[in-house]
């Protein structure tokens, strides 16, 4: 069993380097810096990671994907996404591969506790998956997570998807289900130290809002 850590980064130059320093200890790491202004190319290569350079800035979705077919050409059989801010903690790498190794899912998602969020930040996930679990007809632990691990033949799927921002995480958890692939949860910590957020809330609530309507749409045409 192959897996690979997959940082997709923008302007992360701050953290970078302990992040992922931290997830070597537990397996090689691959960097997609997105078009970033500042240092976080070289601080990562420097760490030790593998560093692919996207210019100009693509979103998390397109730098994900890029991620994707690099392992999918070296034959990994899954990759772990984190963020590359300092908000996931890569001690918690292990138990992703533990549950990948017994429930052989597809894709694994790190869901946060809620209560400890700052608490617009609260309100604004809580609303999220509220919506989307409508959306999706199931309940949803949380859809925007980014710490996730994602199986070889989920990627191979990914790699045609349409969505090149934050929403490709829920496009991700729409395109597991419509397969028939297996979806799994695990506990992560929440992490809050006033990291700058590079999400435009305008433009995300609305991208958010087209992806949970289609996605609706798609579950009411199925059943």
Same mark, same amino acid.
């Given at each position: 069993m ?5 940082i997709?980064?923008?302007?992360e130059?701050?953290a970078?380097?302990?992040v992922?320093m931290e ?5 090689a ?11 976080t190319?070289?601080l ?20 994900l994907?890029?991620?994707?077919a690099?392992a999918l050409e070296?034959?990994y059989? $899954?990759?772990?996404? @984190? &963020?590359?801010?300092?908000q996931?903690?890569p ?7 533990? *549950?990948? +190794?017994t429930e ?6 790190g869901?946060?506790n809620?209560d400890?969020?700052p608490?617009?930040?609260?309100l604004?996930n809580?609303l999220?998956?509220a919506?989307f679990s409508?959306?999706? $007809?199931?309940?949803? @632990? &949380?859809n ?11 990627m191979?799927r *990914?790699? +045609?998807?349409?969505?090149s ?5 829920m496009?991700e958890i729409v395109?597991?289900?419509e ?5 799994a949860?695990?506990p992560?910590r929440?992490?809050y130290?006033g990291?700058?957020s590079h999400i435009?809330p ?9 992806v949970?309507?289609q996605?609706r749409q ?6």
């Open positions: 192959r897996l690979l850590v997959l997709p980064a923008y302007n130059a701050a970078i380097q302990r992922v997830s070597l200890a537990h397996m790491v691959l960097v997609v810096d997105d078009g970033s202004t500042d240092e190319a070289a990562a290569e420097a760490a030790g990671a593998t560093v692919l350079v996207q210019n100009p800035n693509a979103g998390k979705g397109a730098a994907r890029r991620g994707f690099w070296r034959e059989d $899954g990759v772990i996404a @984190l &963020d590359g801010d300092g996931h903690d001690a918690e790498i292990p138990a992703f591969v533990g *549950l990948f +190794a052989q899912a597809d894709l694994i998602i869901y946060r809620f400890h969020m608490f617009w930040r609260w604004a809580s999220g998956f919506i409508w959306a999706m $007809g199931t309940h949803i @632990l &949380d925007q997570s980014g710490y996730r691990l994602t199986s070889r033949r989920l191979e *990914l790699l +045609a998807g349409q969505e921002g934050y929403e490709f995480e496009e395109s597991c289900v397969a028939g692939y297996r979806l949860w695990t992560i929440t992490i130290a990291e700058v435009r305008i433009h995300h609530i609305a991208n958010f809002v087209r949970a309507w996605t798609r579950v009411r045409r199925e059943a």
